[in-house]
């Protein structure tokens, strides 16, 4: 992506449209909070998730120079048959293609406005959704010649070569293999030569709980009401570093920024965001990134800290540092860290009374 001729990467996370004491009724105060906390992080680009925020978002973003991309409200069900997406009534592609002119007539005077999402994790099953995609990409360009079209996508198929630009969601490594698959899958993306048409930027994220601890990790197992913080960690510090050496990728995306309300998951809660509910608490992930991304202020962070009660006698202890070597002093002597990934270091067999 270039701006005034300079390249940039493209650094963005979802933002949910709820919070703790609020529900969805959210005060451009909210607002503004939650974007300082973005700025703070080191990102600088917001995907408004299945619709648009309050216009004053959009406001702060422009005086800020944040670079947002807004949802037209076309996603799965969450509901029965949520693999069907589309049904071809004539009621409900006119009601989507009204959502999507009013979702640009609302938002297209606002410059830090980048690109409007067409759909977001819509499957291929059922009736021909694709051409219904191709229909709602043909009227966001008649409206707005100005702007790219993008979507998110977790499935294969025609479906990515719709839109300009496209995002694939990948989880590797979360229920099934390991965090280290996402090198085979950069080296497939790479090396297809269908895939290489597409314009492709990534999205990942799953969930952790500060609530949730665990002395030793496991994989994820579908439905399981267990999210330890420290699983969600150990997939970001992995994917981070990964993502990073592939340098195949127009812009990186989080999923998500903030947890949020869903009630057919565990405490009805999605536990994905960097931040929790509360929008106050950020969780340690938050602080790897501003390591990674914060340019402007230094970080440095002892994560783990709540996982308190420890079984081992020797720890290891992790730190996220911008600074070029951090260093750690435990009952006033210092103990050596070694480098793990950028940013992020850590000491072996730490005693701990």
């Given at each position: ?36 906390l973005?700025?703070?992080?080191g ?53 989507g ?13 606002h ?47 025609d ?13 590797v ?14 080296r ?90 509360d ?5 340690d ?69």
């Amino acid at each position: 992506l270039l701006i005034n001729g300079k390249e940039v990467d493209v650094r963005g996370v979802h933002m949910p449209h709820d919070r703790q004491g609020a529900g969805i009724a959210l005060s451009q105060e909210h607002l503004i909070s939650d974007l300082e906390l973005v700025q703070d992080m080191g990102a600088n680009a917001i995907r408004s998730l299945i619709g648009p925020h309050l216009s004053s978002l959009y406001d702060a973003c422009d005086k800020e120079g944040m670079m947002v991309w807004v949802d037209n409200p076309f996603t799965r069900n969450v509901v029965l048959f949520n693999d069907i997406c589309y049904y071809p009534s004539e009621a409900l592609r006119e009601n989507g293609f009204e959502q999507l002119r009013e979702v640009i007539y609302q938002n297209y005077n606002h410059p830090s406005v980048v690109m409007w999402g067409i759909f977001s994790l819509v499957a291929q099953r059922g009736d021909d959704v694709v051409s219904y995609v191709r229909e709602l990409n043909d009227l966001a360009h008649e409206i707005d010649t100005s702007r790219p079209t993008v979507a998110c996508s977790n499935v294969d198929g025609d479906i990515n070569f719709v839109t300009d630009l496209i995002v694939l969601r990948q989880d590797v490594g979360w229920y099934k293999g390991s965090f280290d698959d996402i090198r085979v899958w950069n080296r497939q993306l790479s090396e297809n030569k269908k895939f290489k048409e597409l314009r492709f930027g990534v999205s990942y994220g799953e969930e952790g709980a500060i609530t949730h601890v665990a002395d030793n990790l496991q994989r994820a197992e579908q439905g399981a009401r267990f999210r330890p913080e420290r699983a969600q960690t150990l997939m970001h510090e992995s994917y981070a570093q990964l993502l990073s050496e592939s340098g195949i990728f127009w812009g990186v995306w989080l999923n998500n920024m903030f947890d949020y309300l869903s009630p057919y998951r565990g405490e009805s809660m999605n536990y994905s965001g960097l931040v929790c509910f509360d929008h106050t608490t950020p969780k340690d992930a938050y602080f790897l990134y501003r390591a990674l991304w914060n340019k402007s202020e230094p970080t440095l962070y002892i994560a783990e800290r709540r996982w308190k009660s420890r079984c081992d006698a020797l720890q290891t202890i992790r730190v996220y540092s911008s600074v070029e070597r951090p260093t750690l002093v435990v009952d006033r002597d210092s103990v050596e860290l070694r480098q793990v990934t950028e940013c992020c270091w850590q000491a072996d067999s730490v005693t701990i009374g």
